[in-house]
């Protein structure tokens, strides 16, 4: 791996209604700060651009959690209950990121 530290970003199976709105804010703020990433696309609530820095971000369709887990140091997610259960069970940091209606509430 080039990078010894990399985030995983998904959002499951959750879609959500601008989907290359969501990913651009995301990659932007990684970019800014310098943080290599895999981007989960496989629910489509994340898309993989035409452009984007390759130094930086892997785009993937299927990301087998039980593998993936042991090569990040956190993950960024939409906090659905399959995910989080996941994450805790092999002890990495995460943030939440709401990004569907009934998630705000």
Request: charged content about 15%.
């Amino acid at each position: 791996m080039k990078h010894s530290k990399v985030l995983l970003v998904t959002f499951g199976s959750m879609i959500n209604d601008s989907p290359e709105l969501k990913t651009n804010i995301i990659l932007s703020i990684l970019e800014e700060y310098g943080l290599p990433a895999i981007i989960n696309t496989a629910g489509g609530g994340l898309v993989k651009p035409e452009t984007y820095n390759p130094e930086l971000f892997f785009f993937n369709k299927l990301n087998p959690y039980g593998w993936v887990l042991l090569k990040v140091y956190c993950v960024i997610h939409h906090g659905g209950s399959g995910t989080t259960h996941i994450i805790l069970k092999y002890s990495k940091p995460s943030l939440i990121i709401p990004h569907i209606i009934d998630q705000y509430a």
